[in-house]
């Protein structure tokens, strides 16, 4: 059997009726690493919005974890999401509560509904992002490197299979973007989660190296693939 959690086969990946990518071959396996490069433009987002379900697989075949993209109904979307984590540029918090309630908002949006449970796993998450006492703290108290933190423990909440990060590094100055990136490698190691992170911070790449797509062309290949 596969162990694979994402695998994209002949995918062709569109905004509108514009092309973006063609004939996209790869797979990740469960706890992989893999970073996802390319010039701005070149059609990282798209392929990771094709992931989670926010642009429909046209043509092609598709599965990320338990679910095929070419045949995802709209109802089923939700459902594909609680078993991947998202993370973006800007964090995505919602500033009239604190990160507390951001995370039980999130977990009863996606039907959690054990008060004890609840409490328990935010202060799991919390922990494993290295800030268990940011509880009662409002986003805007926090900052930039540390709201980043609370996103990703939003998006490990349901034990995600795995985590698709859009430029997570984006907004932060170097040394924060190093922090993140060594959570993501914990988190990657501790709970064999696998990663696939769209970035434009070759440097980082060339000092922590792992298994790189290269979007360019209307194309991906594969950096690291020696065949
Ligand atoms: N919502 C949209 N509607 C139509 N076209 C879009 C949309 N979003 C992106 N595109 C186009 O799709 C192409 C790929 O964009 P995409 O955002 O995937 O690139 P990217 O590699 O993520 O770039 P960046 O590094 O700037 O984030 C671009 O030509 C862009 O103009
Ligand atoms: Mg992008």
């Keep these: 059997m596969s162990s ?7 995918a062709y990946i569109y905004q509108k009726d514009n092309l973006i990518l063609s004939d996209v071959n790869f797979s990740i396996e469960k706890g992989e690493f893999v970073y996802l490069i390319g010039k701005t433009g070149s059609g990282k987002s798209s392929l990771l919005k094709t992931l989670y379900a926010d642009l429909f697989l046209e043509k092609g075949s598709g599965t990320v974890v338990d679910y095929k993209l070419e045949e995802i109904k709209y109802k089923e979307i939700p459902f594909l999401r609680r078993k991947i984590g998202i993370i973006f540029q800007d964090f995505q918090l919602l500033s009239d509560r604190n990160i507390f309630q951001n995370l039980k908002f999130f977990m009863e949006a996606m039907g959690w ?3 004890y449970k609840i409490e328990e796993r935010i202060v799991e998450v919390l922990e494993l992002v290295g800030l268990p006492e940011v509880l009662s703290k409002m986003p805007h108290q926090l900052s930039g490197g540390e709201q980043q933190r609370i996103a990703i423990a939003r998006a490990l909440l349901n034990h995600p299979e795995i985590l698709l990060a859009d430029e997570p590094t984006g907004n932060l100055d170097p040394e924060k973007s190093i922090e993140i990136l060594k959570l993501f490698f914990k988190i990657n190691e501790v709970s ?3 990663v696939l992170m769209a970035t434009h911070e070759l440097d980082l790449i060339e000092r922590f190296p792992r298994r ?9 290949t594969d950096l690291t693939d020696n065949s």
Excluded: P, R
């Design 4 to 10: 694979s959690v994402i695998s994209l086969s002949n």
């Design 192 to 194: 064999e989660t696998a």
């Design 113 to 115: 509904e054990d008060k």
């Design 212 to 220: 790189t797509l290269y979007c360019d062309n209307g194309a991906i």
